[in-house]
Protein backbone atom coordinates (compact mmCIF):
# COMPACT_ATOMS: atom_id res chain seq x y z
CA UNK A 1 0.00 0.00 0.00
CA UNK A 2 3.10 2.79 0.63
CA UNK A 3 4.58 2.00 -2.58
CA UNK A 4 0.90 3.20 -4.10
CA UNK A 5 1.50 6.23 -2.68
CA UNK A 6 -0.92 5.79 0.48
CA UNK A 7 0.26 6.46 3.91
CA UNK A 8 0.11 3.83 6.23
CA UNK A 9 -0.96 5.58 9.25
CA UNK A 10 -3.80 6.60 7.22
CA UNK A 11 -4.78 3.48 5.78
CA UNK A 12 -4.35 2.00 9.27
CA UNK A 13 -6.47 4.56 10.91
CA UNK A 14 -9.99 3.50 8.67
CA UNK A 15 -9.48 0.53 8.97
CA UNK A 16 -9.03 0.69 12.42
CA UNK A 17 -12.44 2.76 12.14
CA UNK A 18 -13.88 0.53 9.89
CA UNK A 19 -12.83 -2.87 12.41
CA UNK A 20 -14.56 -0.65 15.69
CA UNK A 21 -17.66 0.46 12.94
CA UNK A 22 -18.26 -2.96 12.84
CA UNK A 23 -17.51 -4.52 16.39
CA UNK A 24 -20.20 -1.82 17.74
CA UNK A 25 -22.61 -2.65 14.78
CA UNK A 26 -22.46 -6.12 15.26
CA UNK A 27 -21.99 -6.38 19.54
CA UNK A 28 -25.76 -7.50 20.26
CA UNK A 29 -25.98 -9.34 17.34
CA UNK A 30 -22.74 -11.25 18.69
CA UNK A 31 -23.82 -11.34 21.99
CA UNK A 32 -26.97 -13.62 21.18
CA UNK A 33 -25.31 -15.55 19.28
CA UNK A 34 -22.84 -15.86 21.80
CA UNK A 35 -26.21 -16.10 24.56
CA UNK A 36 -27.68 -18.82 22.16
CA UNK A 37 -24.60 -21.21 22.26
CA UNK A 38 -24.76 -21.09 25.70
CA UNK A 39 -28.00 -21.88 26.00
CA UNK A 40 -27.84 -24.97 23.65
CA UNK A 41 -25.17 -26.01 25.63
CA UNK A 42 -25.58 -25.72 29.01
CA UNK A 43 -29.33 -26.64 28.41
CA UNK A 44 -31.42 -24.84 31.38
CA UNK A 45 -34.64 -25.55 29.53
CA UNK A 46 -35.57 -27.51 26.19
CA UNK A 47 -38.65 -27.15 23.83
CA UNK A 48 -41.59 -27.85 26.08
CA UNK A 49 -40.77 -26.42 28.95
CA UNK A 50 -42.42 -24.05 30.89
CA UNK A 51 -40.35 -21.10 31.84
CA UNK A 52 -40.10 -17.40 33.31
CA UNK A 53 -37.39 -15.09 32.58
CA UNK A 54 -37.19 -11.64 31.51
CA UNK A 55 -40.24 -10.62 33.44
CA UNK A 56 -42.00 -13.40 30.56
CA UNK A 57 -43.70 -17.01 31.41
CA UNK A 58 -44.52 -19.13 28.94
CA UNK A 59 -44.04 -22.76 27.28
CA UNK A 60 -40.69 -22.60 25.03
CA UNK A 61 -41.85 -22.91 21.55
CA UNK A 62 -38.07 -22.37 19.90
CA UNK A 63 -34.69 -22.05 20.89
CA UNK A 64 -32.88 -20.65 18.04
CA UNK A 65 -29.16 -18.77 17.38
CA UNK A 66 -30.48 -15.25 17.96
CA UNK A 67 -33.94 -15.74 20.11
CA UNK A 68 -36.21 -18.07 22.21
CA UNK A 69 -39.89 -18.22 21.47
CA UNK A 70 -42.43 -18.60 24.21
CA UNK A 71 -45.97 -18.92 24.28
CA UNK A 72 -47.69 -18.00 27.27
CA UNK A 73 -50.74 -19.53 28.27
CA UNK A 74 -53.25 -17.18 26.97
CA UNK A 75 -51.64 -17.94 23.37
CA UNK A 76 -49.37 -14.93 22.76
CA UNK A 77 -45.89 -15.41 21.34
CA UNK A 78 -42.84 -13.29 22.81
CA UNK A 79 -39.31 -13.79 21.00
CA UNK A 80 -36.46 -13.01 23.80
CA UNK A 81 -33.15 -12.20 22.58
CA UNK A 82 -30.50 -15.19 23.66
CA UNK A 83 -27.88 -12.65 25.21
CA UNK A 84 -30.62 -11.11 27.73
CA UNK A 85 -31.95 -14.75 28.21
CA UNK A 86 -28.65 -16.15 28.93
CA UNK A 87 -27.37 -13.15 31.14
CA UNK A 88 -30.31 -13.65 33.55
CA UNK A 89 -32.20 -15.47 35.87
CA UNK A 90 -34.93 -18.18 34.06
CA UNK A 91 -37.56 -20.31 36.47
CA UNK A 92 -37.74 -23.77 35.07
CA UNK A 93 -41.24 -25.16 36.59
CA UNK A 94 -41.08 -28.09 34.29
CA UNK A 95 -37.36 -29.04 35.49
CA UNK A 96 -38.64 -31.19 38.17
CA UNK A 97 -41.10 -34.06 37.99
CA UNK A 98 -42.73 -33.01 41.51
CA UNK A 99 -44.41 -29.76 42.35
CA UNK A 100 -45.41 -28.11 45.51
CA UNK A 101 -49.06 -26.01 45.58
CA UNK A 102 -49.90 -23.32 47.42
CA UNK A 103 -53.30 -22.44 48.14
CA UNK A 104 -53.55 -18.80 49.74
CA UNK A 105 -56.63 -17.45 50.77
CA UNK A 106 -57.62 -14.80 53.82
CA UNK A 107 -60.40 -15.27 56.45
CA UNK A 108 -61.98 -12.35 58.52
CA UNK A 109 -60.84 -12.13 62.30
CA UNK A 110 -62.76 -14.29 64.90
CA UNK A 111 -62.74 -17.42 62.69
CA UNK A 112 -61.88 -20.20 64.69
CA UNK A 113 -58.77 -21.67 62.76
CA UNK A 114 -59.25 -24.89 64.65
CA UNK A 115 -61.96 -26.13 62.70
CA UNK A 116 -61.21 -25.49 59.38
CA UNK A 117 -57.27 -26.37 59.35
CA UNK A 118 -58.10 -30.32 59.99
CA UNK A 119 -61.07 -29.80 57.23
CA UNK A 120 -58.23 -28.08 54.95
CA UNK A 121 -55.77 -30.80 55.05
CA UNK A 122 -58.74 -33.46 54.73
CA UNK A 123 -59.78 -31.88 50.89
CA UNK A 124 -56.10 -32.37 50.28
CA UNK A 125 -56.14 -35.68 51.03
CA UNK A 126 -59.04 -36.87 49.28
CA UNK A 127 -57.50 -36.12 46.04
CA UNK A 128 -55.19 -39.07 44.75
CA UNK A 129 -53.06 -36.73 42.74
CA UNK A 130 -51.72 -35.42 46.07
CA UNK A 131 -48.74 -36.89 47.61
CA UNK A 132 -49.26 -38.39 51.46
CA UNK A 133 -45.68 -37.28 51.90
CA UNK A 134 -44.74 -35.17 52.38
CA UNK A 135 -47.91 -34.74 54.04
CA UNK A 136 -50.36 -31.04 53.05
CA UNK A 137 -50.31 -29.03 56.08
CA UNK A 138 -51.78 -25.36 56.50
CA UNK A 139 -49.63 -22.30 57.43
CA UNK A 140 -51.74 -19.80 59.22
CA UNK A 141 -49.85 -16.01 59.30
CA UNK A 142 -51.95 -13.19 61.63
CA UNK A 143 -52.37 -9.85 59.91
CA UNK A 144 -54.46 -6.61 61.10
CA UNK A 145 -57.02 -7.00 58.59
CA UNK A 146 -56.78 -10.76 58.31
CA UNK A 147 -55.95 -14.12 58.66
CA UNK A 148 -53.69 -15.46 55.99
CA UNK A 149 -54.36 -19.36 54.98
CA UNK A 150 -51.90 -21.01 53.15
CA UNK A 151 -52.48 -24.88 52.31
CA UNK A 152 -49.23 -26.88 50.73
CA UNK A 153 -49.17 -29.71 49.26
CA UNK A 154 -47.25 -31.75 46.53
CA UNK A 155 -48.10 -33.70 43.28
CA UNK A 156 -46.85 -34.57 39.79
CA UNK A 157 -45.95 -31.38 37.70
CA UNK A 158 -47.81 -32.99 34.68
CA UNK A 159 -50.89 -32.59 37.55
CA UNK A 160 -50.17 -29.08 38.58
CA UNK A 161 -52.82 -26.99 36.72
CA UNK A 162 -55.55 -29.88 37.13
CA UNK A 163 -54.80 -30.24 40.72
CA UNK A 164 -54.62 -26.33 41.54
CA UNK A 165 -58.08 -25.62 39.89
CA UNK A 166 -59.44 -28.98 41.34
CA UNK A 167 -58.41 -28.00 44.93
CA UNK A 168 -59.15 -24.37 44.92
CA UNK A 169 -62.98 -25.35 43.78
CA UNK A 170 -62.93 -27.38 46.51
CA UNK A 171 -61.91 -25.10 49.29
CA UNK A 172 -63.92 -22.34 47.84
CA UNK A 173 -67.36 -24.85 48.15
CA UNK A 174 -66.21 -25.34 51.78
CA UNK A 175 -65.47 -21.77 52.73
CA UNK A 176 -69.11 -21.09 51.17
CA UNK A 177 -71.05 -23.93 52.08
CA UNK A 178 -69.74 -23.57 56.25
CA UNK A 179 -70.39 -19.91 55.79
CA UNK A 180 -67.10 -18.76 57.27
CA UNK A 181 -66.59 -15.10 57.05
CA UNK A 182 -64.03 -13.42 54.54
CA UNK A 183 -62.41 -10.55 54.95
CA UNK A 184 -64.77 -7.54 53.54
CA UNK A 185 -63.67 -6.99 49.60
CA UNK A 186 -63.11 -3.54 49.76
CA UNK A 187 -60.18 -4.19 51.77
CA UNK A 188 -57.11 -4.09 49.99
CA UNK A 189 -55.13 -7.33 51.44
CA UNK A 190 -52.11 -6.68 49.46
CA UNK A 191 -51.00 -3.49 51.06
Request: proline residues 4%; glycine residues 8%.
Amino acid sequence: VGYLGIEMTQFTAILASCGVAIGLALSGTLQNVAGGVVLLVLRPFKVGDYIEAQGYEGTVKEIMIFTTTLVTVDNKVITIPNGALSGSSVINYSKMEDRRIDIKFNLAHGVDISQINPRLIEIAKQDKRIFSTPEPTVIVSITDLAINVDLRFWCKNADYWNVMGDIHTAVYNYLVSEKISLPHPKLDLMK
